[in-house]
């Protein structure tokens, strides 16, 4: 295979028509040939930025080396060292702004497709049945671990490798967090991957009880006094939707993007097997523009929906990945842009007939350095719709913060933890993921999951 | 999994279930959901624990026949399982908040209507354990549709019952035992608590307001996950938006807008569904149908 060093190897993906009415995963992959001549790009840096930029820190030019040499296997060991999600991981990253980002031949040229080279090494692990080994010495410790998203499950799998005894526990009744309630099939696959990736984990020690809602079913407090758990880590994410509180949000057609892709992704309601209903709706506006409200109206568009993204700012604010977006605008989703709801209105039946919006300019920077969006006068116009998603993003759930004694919250309800180790005001208690940043990515997440499991591991070693 | 322990019809479409769930056990008090899955298949049902047994683990739920997951679920057997149970869910009853001192000194009628009957039960078996005596109304369509009247009999104070067509007991609809109560044998009453089909509580909570009397409602909307994440339980409570899963299930009656929770509770329905359901049940059906305001 020949290979022009300044560009990557080019990825398959599903046609944009065909992918547009079914379900099945957009991007296809590197095959071997490709992943060994995309590898073969790597300059290898002595000094390399790409590791900076991996929240979790892979050896990154070390497993594309492997991959260059043909040796997969060798390449997954090097990647599960670092990550318990490398084939979640090489899907869902934004890598554009991490590992690529810095990558130095991206100064030239592209930057090394070292995501779509890290999903090549963990699907062919999985289709070559790599298991990791658990740990031979056990210690005699037991640690509770709250949520099984992304967070959860590398702490989980960090503190069962160094021979813990661990446990999550999972309030609904499928592991995986947002990697199963939110995001979509056609961009993680839930068994061959998801569910393949917890086999792993599990593989390692740790045991899942699912069904178990912390802060109702038992507390915190209770788990540490009651169950012998010496530590807890709590990584359970930011569940609770946002809605604007404009006037016919109640109204029968609007959902939240939280609602929309549940029913969806975790209840398998596309499927028509199952039991759960989905209202997918003709004309469907999704008010928001990052990746959950790219996921919601491709979602909507698979289910036959005509789908059009309202967000307030411009394109080049939009918080979604840049594939992201590129894949929706591919498959046919409309964006109103420099857009802001203002009202929805409502039938007599009481649902939604359509919604009022009205257009904005960029005005100065704000706190977060970008341009706020200010309403233009006299701009108010009508969409006629049936459906309207809200993708506002997402807060903690405060049923944990708020039933246990002495762990302090800001005032965004975020549990205050350090970052460094993900030390709460709680002995014993860390913690970490969007349950403390607020709503971030999956990475960053296993990021602070991996953090606080060695603050767990130096506290109880000390204990 | 979880296992069945003792399953029974209790009248036409409306089934009884003992299943072992410790953890819910352990902790659940009157007032509080679960949800439960019959299979990989099933949707998540939410349902109003009716009873609880802490020291066996169990957890009663009664359910009634209203679609594809609970009609499959009333084929279950005692030794069958559900594949996943979980709770409890949303807030304890008020009540369970009082100091008794205070709540001895009350005098609460409860009002109980179709299925309602079975969340109505572990309240008033609560208060009674706790040494309080309250008046219970119980309406049911019909007489084969009444449930839990042994049961109920033994932890009221004063039961009075009602069918909708004069099959037991006395006729009419549980509104006008309340004004009997209230207007003609002149009882007070501190609180009512009422519970059933949508447009049961909509019209005692009319009542109540005239009477003046403080009336609570347990709402059992279209919900997901139940603990806050999805939004699908909205409810308007005193003008402002509520999630009946966490804030809720239970509300202040007369602020709450049911006809708004009405129209939301027919999101899913279909027209045939909704047909079979009106032809089937009648207002029995917890207000489900969309057909009943």
């Known amino acids: ?463 | 999994m979880y296992k069945i322990l003792k399953a029974e019809m209790l009248a036409e479409n409306i089934y009884l279930m003992d299943v072992s769930a410790p953890r819910v056990a352990k902790s659940c008090l009157p007032g509080q959901f679960v949800i439960v899955k019959i299979d990989e298949k099933g949707e998540r049902i939410p349902l109003t624990i009716c009873d609880y047994d802490r020291e066996k683990g169990t957890i009663t739920i009664v359910f009634q026949i209203v679609g594809a997951s609970t009609k499959r679920m009333a084929t279950l057997k005692a030794g069958d399982s559900f594949r996943d149970f979980t709770g409890p869910l949303g807030q304890p009853s008020e009540l369970c908040n009082e100091p008794l001192d205070e709540l001895k000194k009350k005098k609460i009628l409860f009002v109980a209507g179709g299925v309602g009957t079975a969340p109505v039960y572990p309240q008033v078996k609560w208060l009674k354990e706790n040494g309080v005596d309250a008046d219970v109304i119980v309406g049911a369509k019909t007489q084969s549709l009444l449930i839990l009247e042994n049961e109920m009999e033994k932890v009221a104070g004063n039961l009075y019952i009602t069918t909708d067509d004069g099959s037991y007991k006395r006729k009419g609809m549980v509104t006008e035992v309340i004004k009997d109560l209230v207007q003609d044998k002149g009882n007070k009453y501190d609180v009512c608590i009422a519970i059933g089909p949508m447009i049961m509580m909509k019209f005692v909570c009319l009542l109540t307001k005239e009477l003046d009397l403080p009336t609570v409602v347990s709402l059992n909307p279209i919900m997901v996950d139940g603990t806050g994440m999805c939004g699908a339980c909205r409810v308007t409570v005193g003008g402002e938006v509520k999630f009946a899963c966490v804030d809720g299930p239970e509300f202040d009656g007369h602020k709450v807008d049911f006809d708004q929770a009405m129209k939301r509770q027919q999101l899913y329905k279909t027209e045939e569904g909704r047909a079979y359901l009106k032809e089937k049940e009648g207002d029995t059906h917890n207000g489900g149908c969309g057909n009943c305001n």
Not at chain 1, 227 to 252: H, K, Q, W, Y
Not at chain 1, 254 to 283: C, H, Q, W
């Open chain 1, 1 to 463: 295979m020949e290979v022009d060093v300044l560009k990557r190897v080019p990825i398959r993906e599903q046609d944009p028509k065909v992918r547009a009415t079914n379900f099945d995963e957009v991007c296809l992959g590197y095959n071997a040939e490709e992943a060994t001549a995309e590898a073969s790009r790597c300059l290898n840096c002595k000094n390399a930025q790409c590791v900076k930029g991996c929240p979790v820190a892979i050896d990154i030019p070390a497993f594309v080396h492997e991959v260059k040499e043909g040796n997969f296997e060798e390449a997954s060991r090097v990647i599960s060292k670092a990550s318990a999600l490398p084939a979640v991981c090489g899907r869902v990253c934004p890598q554009e702004s991490q590992c690529e980002g810095k990558c130095i031949r991206g100064f030239k040229g592209e930057p090394v497709s070292i995501g779509k080279l890290e999903r090549f090494v963990a699907d062919w692990a999985r289709e070559n049945n790599i298991k990791p080994e658990p740990c031979k010495e056990k210690k005699d410790k037991k640690v509770a671990v709250i949520g099984s998203g992304p967070a959860g499950l590398t702490c989980a799998g960090e503190l069962a490798k160094i021979g813990y005894d661990v446990t999550i526990f999972e309030a609904l009744h499928e592991p995986g967090g947002v990697l199963v309630y939110g995001i979509p099939e056609f961009r993680l696959p839930k068994q061959k991957v998801v569910a393949e990736e917890i086999e792993n984990v599990k593989a390692l020690g740790v045991k899942i009880e699912t069904n178990v809602i912390i802060g109702k079913s038992i507390t915190i407090d209770e788990l540490m006094e009651d169950e012998g758990f010496d530590a807890v880590f709590i990584g359970s994410g930011a569940g609770l939707p946002r809605f604007m509180g404009i006037l016919g949000e109640t109204a029968n057609g609007v959902f939240s993007a939280n609602e929309y892709l549940t029913r969806s992704n975790l209840m398998k309601a596309f499927d028509e097997d199952y039991d759960t209903p989905i209202k997918p709706g003709k004309k469907v506006a999704v008010v928001g523009g990052g990746n959950v409200a790219m996921d919601a109206a491709r979602t909507a568009l698979r289910l036959g929906a005509d789908v059009t993204i309202v967000y307030r700012r411009s394109e080049e604010e939009l918080p979604a990945r840049v594939e992201e977006v590129h894949h929706a605008k591919e498959e046919g989703i409309k964006f109103n842009l420099l857009t802001n709801p203002t009202e929805i209105l409502v039938d007599e039946n009481g649902w939604v007939r359509g919604m009022t919006c009205v257009k904005m300019e960029l005005g100065e920077p704000d706190e977060s350095g970008r341009r706020s969006p200010v309403v233009i006068e006299g701009s108010e116009f009508e969409m006629e719709l049936d459906t309207v998603i809200m993708s506002l993003g997402t807060s903690p759930n405060p049923l944990i913060s708020s039933t246990t004694k002495g762990l302090e919250v800001n005032r965004r309800k975020c549990i205050v933890a350090e970052e460094e180790f993900g030390k709460t005001s709680k002995e014993g208690v860390y913690a970490g993921g969007d349950a403390v940043t607020g709503a971030a990515t999956v990475i960053l997440a296993m990021g602070a999951g991996k953090a606080a499991a060695k603050g767990i591991d130096a506290y109880l070693s000390e204990k």
